[in-house]
């Protein structure tokens, strides 16, 4: 897919971790995700605040901030299940969010993983996968025969990306909690998503768990952009590394964005957030 391009110049800031120095022409760097002056109330407390987001291709963009910062308002704003009071939400170059429903923003390739796994229990675990990609199967089935070689690649390429190839054939129920977060991942990357969104994806999960769910995360870093709302700081550590973005939500707007380093060094976020 061609991508969408954006110049940075346009809209602010240079890209994520990217220091002038390290690369002295870098040229115009894609944006995959924007969203302005977004503005969401509920019973006339602000959710969300006017806020401004900028998610660059190919990103790994961790968000934290304390519980009703407006995470995973934002999160309902860009996958079309809460309608904001005004602001512009924008996938790639210029596909405007705020026209569509949630289904096209799905089909648009916006994926979006809730904290609660949403599997289909009775069904072992390949055909979950497979249950995934029904739309565009019986899109493909109308343009080539040979489909189910592709289906069963694509299946099989998900189960070793998400480590569930031991419990291919075990029903989707019997899995441990990490094992079906990491199968709703895959459904999701059965749709080929442009950008993944996971809300608080390690939350109720064991240590083991964790680590297994960060390593799926990372190795996904050259399929699609994500955005990753957490809690687990050991767990944003390692993701954002030392020169990812990550971005500090607090009272529905973006107070903070820089290295983990830098956050945790300014005072206004120690103040609402980490210092508590
Ligand atoms: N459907 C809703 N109706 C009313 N208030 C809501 C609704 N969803 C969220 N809120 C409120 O919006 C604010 C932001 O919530 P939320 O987006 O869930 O925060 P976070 O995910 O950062 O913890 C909170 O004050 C919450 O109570
Ligand atoms: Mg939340």
Redesign the pocket.
């Given at each position: 897919m061609k991508p969408d391009l954006i110049e940075t110049s346009a809209i602010g800031a240079g890209a994520p971790g990217v220091d002038a120095k390290d690369t002295p022409n870098p040229g115009p760097q894609s944006t995959i995700l924007y969203l302005e002056g977004v503005t969401?109330t509920?019973?006339g407390?602000k959710?969300?605040n006017n806020i401004n987001l900028l998610i660059y291709e190919g990103e790994l963009r961790c968000v934290i901030?304390?519980?009703?910062?407006?995470?995973?308002?934002?999160m309902?704003v860009i996958t079309g299940k809460?309608k904001p009071d005004s602001g512009r939400v924008i996938l790639g170059k210029d596909l405007d969010l705020l026209r569509l429903d949630e289904p096209r923003i799905a089909s648009s390739g916006v994926g979006r993983k809730f904290q609660k796994p949403t599997v289909f229990e009775r069904h072992p675990v390949w055909e979950n996968l497979e249950l995934a990609m029904t739309t565009e199967r019986k899109w493909y089935r109308c343009l080539h025969s040979k489909l189910t070689s592709e289906t069963r690649d694509r299946i099989e390429q998900t189960l070793h990306l998400t480590g569930l190839m031991p419990v291919a054939f075990r029903a989707a129920g019997q899995l441990s909690h990490g094992e079906k977060q990491r199968l709703e991942i895959g459904m999701l990357l059965m749709q080929r998503p442009r950008v993944l969104l996971l809300?608080e994806p390690a939350a109720g999960m064991s240590d083991r768990e964790t680590e297994q769910l960060a390593e799926l995360v990372e190795s996904l870093r050259s399929t699609c952009s994500m955005v990753v709302?957490e809690h687990d700081m050991d767990f944003v550590a390692r993701l954002a590394g030392e020169r990812g973005r990550v971005t500090v939500?607090a009272e529905?707007s973006v107070l903070m964005e820089g290295t983990l380093e830098q956050i945790k060094k300014d005072e206004t976020v120690i103040a609402s957030y980490l210092g508590r």
């Open positions: 969401v509920f019973d407390i959710a969300l901030g304390p519980n009703g910062a407006g995470k995973t308002t934002m309902d809460t809300d709302v939500m529905g």
